[in-house]
């Protein structure tokens, strides 16, 4: 395996990509004038639940990708995808710290 990092790599590494929750709030429902209340109605969801995705402390999962699908149009993977962007660059600012051997072929 390379040690080298590729392109998308280094670039994951040099920013901070939002929480998917900051992108619903100020591409969703901010321009829609959506309320929580409101938004987590049309979503079947809990305004607790809502609330946390928005407010950084929950994550998108599988389901809530394909909700958010169905009520804003972007595709369930999108959410996805930036869900995955932002738990490794949450890892990756972790890398030093992790007590992992590394491991060759003898």
């Known amino acids: 395996m390379?040690?080298?990092k590729t392109t998308t790599e280094k670039r994951m590494l040099m920013h901070n990509p939002p929480h998917p929750g900051e992108v619903l709030r100020g591409l969703c429902l901010e321009p829609l004038g959506l309320t929580v209340t409101a938004a987590a109605e049309a979503l079947g969801i809990?305004?607790?639940?809502?609330?946390?995705i928005l407010n950084g402390r929950a994550g998108i999962s599988p389901e809530m990708a394909v909700r958010l699908s169905?009520?804003?149009?972007?595709?369930?993977e999108s959410w996805l995808n930036q869900q995955t962007q932002y738990d490794l660059w949450l890892a990756e600012r972790n890398r030093k710290n992790l007590k992992v051997r590394k491991l060759s072929a003898a």
């Open 46 to 52: 809990s305004r607790k639940t809502l609330s946390a």
């Open 2 to 4: 390379s040690t080298t």
């Open 70 to 76: 169905i009520a804003f149009g972007a595709s369930a």
